[in-house]
């Protein structure tokens, strides 16, 4: 079992609770399957993928249709209630085990080096700490595995990247879920040690106005071989 054993680093059970949001994005996340065509960046997201994986914020498991037959496992942490609910329905209908458990990407209650490949989408823009989430996940990663990421965060002109720091300042936080706008993922992941490998910016959806949340940055890291 790759759960690890109740201790000082183990995420509560809850440790994020946006009831009112969760609720909204497991709708709007199944409408962009096919209007923002969300299932073909999910689908490019996990290609090539094998052995056991862990999911980092799975949500409502959406995910879990489009690990290709090569994984033998994914353990999917989702730390919302009503999504991790949702997870585990969407777990059932998976063609491979999927184990849905709760914790925080801060404090990810497994084992260290258990792991050949690691998911994050749409996730580094809403954790409290995302280094310490990135150190979590190189953690769980054995040397040489597998970060594959899809994520929103700063983009555009003065103009826009302005408007993305003044929403986090205010709004946008508390009305979504905890989300930031302005965050830079590529940058994160380069402070935090991986090797960068191929990555492409685009915006969501690819043909529509540009938003603050729009744009858009999908690719794969590794944990360092040397760890």
């Not at 094998?50 to 999917?76: D, K, Q």
């Not at 996940?137 to 302005?162: D, S, T, W, Y």
């Not at 993305?164 to 709004?171: E, H, I, L, P, S």
Request: proline content about 8%; some cysteine; overall charge positive.
């Amino acid at each position: 079992m790759p759960l690890r054993s109740a201790g000082s680093t183990k995420a509560p059970r809850d440790a994020v609770h946006h009831p009112l949001f969760a609720r909204y994005y497991a709708r709007a996340s199944v409408a962009a399957e096919t209007r923002m065509h969300m299932a073909d960046v999910r689908r490019r997201l996990l290609t090539g993928l094998s052995g056991r994986v862990i999911e980092i914020g799975a949500g409502n498991g959406l995910n879990f249709a489009h690990y290709p037959g090569t994984v033998s496992e994914v353990v999917a942490i989702e730390p919302e209630r009503h999504l991790r609910k949702l997870a585990v329905d969407a777990a059932l209908r998976a063609q491979m085990p999927v184990d849905v458990a709760p914790g925080a990407a801060e404090a990810l209650p497994v084992k260290s080096e258990a792991f050949d490949a690691a998911v994050v989408s749409l996730v580094l823009c809403s954790v409290r700490d995302v280094p310490r989430a990135l150190s979590e996940i190189r953690r769980v990663l054995r040397p040489g595995g597998e970060l594959r990421f899809f994520e929103h965060g700063a983009g555009g002109g003065k103009v826009m990247r302005f408007t993305q720091r003044a929403m986090d300042a205010t709004v946008w936080p508390p009305l979504a879920g905890g989300c930031h706008l302005a965050r830079d993922p590529v940058g994160s992941l380069r402070a935090a040690g991986f090797e960068l490998g191929p990555y492409r910016r685009m915006m969501m959806p690819e043909n529509g106005p540009a938003l603050p949340q729009s744009f858009c940055v999908l690719g794969t890291a590794w944990r360092p071989v040397s760890d």
